[in-house]
C-alpha cells in the first residue's frame, strides 16, 4: 500500500491551480476522446463546471470567454472543439509585456524642481493684469528660494529675471521691471524659522512621551 502513494512532486504539473487536479483530469479525457462531436459535448460539460466553481463572476463582462480560455490554456493549447469564442495563441500569452513609459524630465536648471515649469507655463495661460502679475512675482520669489537652497550665496534678482525668460520660452520677461524681488535674507529667515518651530514641537513632543513612561 505505501508503494502505492502518490506525491505531488511526481504528479502531473498543474497549469491553473485553482481549478485543483481533477479539473486537469477531466480536460485531459476530453483531449483523449477520439471524435470532435464527443469532444465538444465534453468540453461544455467542463465549461459549466467551471463556471459553478466561480459562481461570483456570472454577471463579469465574458466571463464565458475567460473560461474557455482557461480551458485551453489548461489543455496545453492541444483541445480541438469548437469555441464561440477566437482561440488563444499560446505565442500571446508567453510574450513579455511591452516596458512601461515613465516621463523623462531633463530640467535645464534642476535646483528649481520639475513643477516650475508646470506653474510657468499655466502663468502663461493667464490673461494679462493684477493677477497675473502676482502670480508671475509669486513664481519668481519662490524660485529665487529654491536657488538660494541650492547656492546658500545671495542671489541678485537679473539672474532669477533671466532664467524665468529662458523657462518661459521668452513669453514672461521681467528683465526691464522696477519691482525687486523679495530679500534673500528674509526668504532664508523664513526658512531657519519654521525648521526651528518643527524641531520645538517635535523637542516638546519626546518630552511629554517619556514623562508619562514606566521607569524601573
Not at 194 to 202: E, F, Q, V
Amino acid at each position: 500500500m505505501i508503494d502505492d502513494l502518490e506525491y505531488n512532486t511526481e504528479r502531473e504539473h498543474l497549469i491553473i491551480p485553482e481549478y485543483g487536479r481533477h479539473m486537469q483530469k477531466m480536460i485531459n479525457y476530453a483531449k483523449s476522446r477520439e471524435t470532435k462531436e464527443e469532444r465538444n459535448k465534453v468540453s461544455k460539460a467542463i465549461i459549466s463546471v467551471m463556471g459553478n466553481l466561480q459562481p461570483h463572476l456570472r454577471d463579469v463582462p465574458d466571463f464565458q470567454h475567460k473560461l474557455w480560455d482557461q480551458l485551453f490554456i489548461m489543455a496545453d493549447f492541444e483541445l480541438d472543439v469548437d469555441s464561440p469564442y477566437d482561440k488563444p495563441l499560446r505565442e500571446e500569452l508567453s510574450a513579455s509585456p511591452e516596458p512601461l513609459k515613465y516621463p523623462q524630465n531633463f530640467p535645464k536648471y534642476r535646483f528649481y524642481g520639475n513643477n516650475i515649469k508646470t506653474m510657468i507655463d499655466v502663468a502663461d495661460t493667464w490673461e494679462e493684469g493684477e493677477l497675473k502679475e502676482a502670480l508671475v512675482y509669486t513664481i519668481a520669489n519662490h524660485m529665487k528660494k529654491c536657488f538660494l537652497n541650492w547656492n546658500k550665496d545671495t542671489v541678485e534678482d537679473d539672474v532669477i529675471f533671466h532664467h524665468l525668460f529662458e523657462l518661459s520660452d521668452g513669453k514672461i520677461n521681467l528683465k526691464n521691471s522696477g519691482e525687486d524681488l523679495s530679500d534673500s535674507t528674509s526668504l532664508m529667515r523664513s526658512k531657519k524659522k519654521y525648521s526651528s518651530n518643527t524641531s520645538k514641537k517635535t523637542h516638546k513632543k519626546s518630552n511629554s512621551s517619556n514623562r508619562n513612561r514606566k521607569r524601573y
